[in-house]
């Protein structure tokens, strides 16, 4: 339910869009290569002050909100200006060790896992409706320190926020192990544990629902933890830890710690008194972390990585259709998913004619202020991320790729990138191989099923994957034959609590969300004792 729900809130929001921009923007044909047709509001119009007021900076430790030890900040920007918001405590290894102190302390003396689950479950589920009740609040300083559109933080990604704290309320009181029959007189059980003290890292791109995904299993299961937040977006992870003092949630099970990676993240992730560490973010971070962790204590890692993940449109595909979802599947986030669809593989007996739409499309795109109604693409995260996408599309050029659409700046402040298109892509190109995380759309063409499977899964990542195709025989075919952890068939992004994911390959290790994440979090213990005269075996 809360799948369709999402999917058909980005629909709509998709489809308001796209009729609304066909006014928004001039036409410019130059060389006949290149035709832009964009929204230029991040240069023209007055930003909207966002409704929001920025009440929390500091670290929350042992249930108080404290300094850095250093008493330094680091600013938090607006991507809409790269103008300063905020100064946040910034984060070292003296935090982190204040952090885990209370952390350990609240797991091995503390209520929390001694409490019954059902009041665990309790809490969460207070904690969910806080969201829902701050859920303005929560979507206008997302898009404030994030630039993803508000539109999108408030009615698909908050929801999907209060969905995934409910979800994991109801798994609290039904974790559970086993009874175990063995060879011999004696009574076996297992018992399913809290592992202890985690330590969690997520990224910039996904701020909220990334808290979820780490804090919502990790607390269901017993767990105490220390989260580290991306310095790009350390504003709404101290906002909702705010709220889960006021659900009732003990002090030091929840520390949230603001901080570079090298300086906050590396203490966190090589903590002797850490039992468990969760990080999403790239793949060359991830390798850090596990490295980390391994030369440490030998902690268990969970990661979800990076990707570049195919979009394969087959011959049968109703082409205005996959041109739509491959639009979503790219562009979605301002191109800042791990699950992109960024290689988009295009049968060649379709190819001109979705070359021509998929252009078409993205020179629609109402590119402004995230704040805005019917703007559905806002700033790059900040100025490092856009150099590098602008890079990318420099690369795109000189390999000889053709330039359909976009490719440059949009507007004079601000991250704002042109929704960009290329065609005539080959593997081998640094935009067919590289996980470029903007808004940049490789297209690709294909003859054969065989050959289309042999080149998308020819690269180090594995997370996701899509398939646009009629024929029930051909979508069985590929979302076999994909070596990816999820594969979406005519659809892209559906997302739902129960729905695990993760990646293969060098997108990661374990899954995030449903069922499997408790595995992430528990402890299995056998118990065996010997029975006399037992009445059966």
């Not at 629902?209 to 105490?224: D, I, Q, S």
């Not at 995230?370 to 050029?397: C, H, M, S, T």
């Amino acid at each position: 339910m809360a799948a369709r729900r999402l999917s058909c809130l980005l629909s709509r929001s998709l489809s308001a869009s796209s009729s609304s921009s066909s006014g928004s923007a001039s036409l410019l044909l130059s060389q006949g290569r290149r035709v832009n047709r964009f929204s230029t509001a991040a240069a023209t119009e007055e930003l909207i002050i966002p409704p929001v007021q920025i009440s929390h900076t500091q670290h929350l430790i042992n249930g108080q909100f404290v300094d850095a030890a250093s008493g330094k900040t680091f600013p938090a920007y607006d991507p809409r200006t790269g103008e300063v918001i905020a100064h946040v405590a910034e984060g070292d290894a003296e935090d982190i060790n204040r952090a885990v102190a209370a952390a350990r302390k609240a797991f091995d003396e503390g209520p929390w896992p001694k409490m019954s689950a059902y009041e665990r479950s309790r809490i969460l589920l207070r904690f969910a409706d806080l969201v829902e009740k701050h859920s303005e609040e929560l979507a206008a300083l997302e898009t404030w320190n994030n630039g993803k559109p508000y539109e999108q933080a408030l009615h698909a990604e908050l929801p999907m926020l209060a969905r995934l704290f409910h979800y994991y309320a109801g798994w609290a009181d039904k974790i559970h192990g086993l009874t175990v029959p063995a060879d011999g007189k004696y009574h076996v059980q297992t018992l399913h544990e809290p592992i202890g003290v985690a330590g969690q890292i997520i990224p910039w791109n996904f701020p909220l629902l990334m808290f979820a995904w780490k804090v919502g299993p990790a607390l269901a299961c017993g767990n105490t933890i220390v989260l580290k937040s991306a310095e790009q977006t350390p504003l709404t992870a101290l906002y909702v830890a705010k709220l889960f003092q006021e659900a009732g949630l003990p002090p030091g099970v929840l520390n949230v710690v603001s901080g570079d990676g090298p300086t906050a993240g590396a203490p966190l992730a090589s903590h002797m008194d850490v039992d468990k560490v969760a990080f999403t973010g790239s793949t060359d971070t991830g390798k850090i972390i596990l490295e980390l962790a391994a030369r440490s204590n030998l902690k268990p890692v969970t990661l979800e990585l990076g990707g570049k993940s195919p979009f394969i449109i087959c011959e049968d595909a109703d082409i205005d259709h996959a041109v739509e979802l491959a639009h979503f599947a790219l562009f979605f986030n301002q191109g800042q998913c791990c699950c992109a669809g960024s290689r988009t593989f295009v049968h060649e007996r379709v190819y001109d004619e979705f070359i021509e739409k998929a252009k078409a499309r993205a020179v629609k795109r109402v590119v402004g202020d995230p704040f805005k109604k019917g703007v559905e693409q806002g700033p790059q995260i900040d100025n490092e991320q856009f150099e590098k996408v602008l890079r990318y599309i420099r690369a795109g050029i000189d390999s000889d790729a053709t330039l359909e659409c976009g490719g440059g700046r949009l507007g004079s402040k601000g991250y704002f990138i042109e929704p960009t298109v290329f065609s005539n892509v080959k593997d081998d190109m640094l935009i067919a191989k590289d996980e470029i995380f903007g808004p940049v759309q490789s297209i690709l063409k294909f003859k054969e099923l065989d050959e289309v499977v042999r080149r998308a899964n020819a690269t180090r990542y594995g997370l996701a994957a899509g398939v646009f195709t009629r024929n029930i025989d051909t979508a069985n075919y590929l979302t076999r034959a994909l070596r990816a952890g999820t594969v979406w068939v005519n659809c892209f992004d559906v997302f739902d609590a129960a729905i695990p994911f993760g990646g293969y390959k060098m997108s990661g290790i374990g899954r995030e969300k449903g069922i499997y994440s408790l595995h992430n979090y528990l402890q299995v213990k056998a118990v065996v004792t010997p029975l006399k005269n037992p009445a059966w075996l």
